[in-house]
């Protein structure tokens, strides 16, 4: 079963910065992206930065040039630094990870959530 555990998120003040960090755990046939998204109040959930097996990494264009997507060559651990942050930033945030579990199986994986409160 594929598990993601997150970490890192809490209260920051308006331009000062944040990281998060997603522990991807279980068994996959091959990872095809892992990123983060989010959800703010009253909104829908969006994508922050996601980066995909390879190496093409996107990113929000409310958060580029703030945030940079890392990760390290397994997939198994994906940080998000945020700088710069704005009260725009204040959501919860989600972990993501696609991958298929067989040859021709694809799913699609969600983090329980972490909440970033950014304050002005």
């Known amino acids: 079963q594929v598990q993601l555990a997150e970490s890192g998120g809490g209260l920051v003040q308006a331009g000062g910065s944040l990281s998060l960090s997603c522990v991807v755990s279980?068994?996959?046939?091959?990872?095809?992206?892992v990123g983060w998204y989010r959800r703010a109040p009253g909104k829908e959930r969006e994508l922050v930065a996601q980066?995909?097996?390879?190496?093409?990494?996107d990113y929000a264009d409310s958060v580029k040039g703030r945030c940079t997507l890392s990760r390290d060559n397994a997939f198994k651990t994906v940080h998000l630094q945020m700088n710069d942050m704005k009260a725009e930033d204040t959501a919860t945030y989600f972990c993501?990870?696609?991958?298929?579990?067989?040859?021709?199986?694809?799913?699609?994986?969600w983090g329980q959530g972490t909440q970033v409160t950014v304050s002005s």
């Open positions: 279980g068994n996959m046939f091959r990872i095809v992206s």
């Open positions: 980066t995909t097996a390879g190496h093409n990494t």
């Open positions: 993501n990870v696609r991958a298929y579990l067989s040859p021709t199986n694809w799913d699609e994986f």
